[in-house]
């Protein structure tokens, strides 16, 4: 398994810019929605057993994936110390296999261009947050705009790059095909 991560806050640019870096490479996209999704239809929104069931769906599904050749682009939120035990996990199960491969992208923007990109309807098709309220709010529960403390990642402003030109970059620092 060939697995690239690609983290940051809500509204910068994660879905988008896998979907453009899925264009270039072949690698498919599993985002956090799909997940988020199927728990939804089991557990309140936002609920520990939502939260669990999440978890443990991504685990199962990059366990699989860890077995095979799959190349994958996850997009994810990082909670700054809420979701550190879950990373490690996903390094862990890498590691199971000597030819998986994880890399780390770690999507930033300002916060004004956050606050800018929300509220674009295109968000409310996968229930994103879709206000500046709802942004602020992540920002504080959350601390969504941290950089993970303790693996190595690649570091993209994208506050001025298209998802286009910010998805080839992904593919040169990665050295991908």
């Not at 490690?88 to 261009?113: A, G, V």
């Amino acid at each position: 398994m060939e697995l690239i991560i690609i983290y940051g806050p809500p509204a910068s640019g994660k879905l988008t810019v896998a979907k453009e870096l899925e264009k270039i490479t072949g690698f498919n996209v599993l985002h956090n929605h799909l997940t988020g999704d199927i728990s939804s239809a089991i557990y309140n929104f936002g609920s520990k057993r939502y939260k669990k069931f999440v978890r443990k769906l991504r685990k199962i599904i990059l366990k699989e994936a860890s077995k095979s050749e799959a190349k994958i682009i996850f997009t994810f939120v990082y909670g700054k110390g809420i979701d550190d035990k879950f990373i490690k996990k996903l390094i862990n199960i890498s590691k199971k296999r000597k030819k998986n491969k994880i890399s780390f992208i770690w999507l930033r923007c300002s916060k004004n261009e956050l606050e800018k990109r929300v509220i674009s309807p295109e968000r409310t098709h996968h229930g994103k947050l879709g206000t500046k309220k709802e942004l602020r709010k992540d920002f504080q529960k959350y601390n969504s705009f941290s950089k993970i403390p303790f693996i190595d990642s690649i570091e993209i402003n994208n506050t001025r790059l298209s998802p286009k030109k910010t998805a080839k970059k992904i593919k040169k620092e990665l050295n991908l095909i």
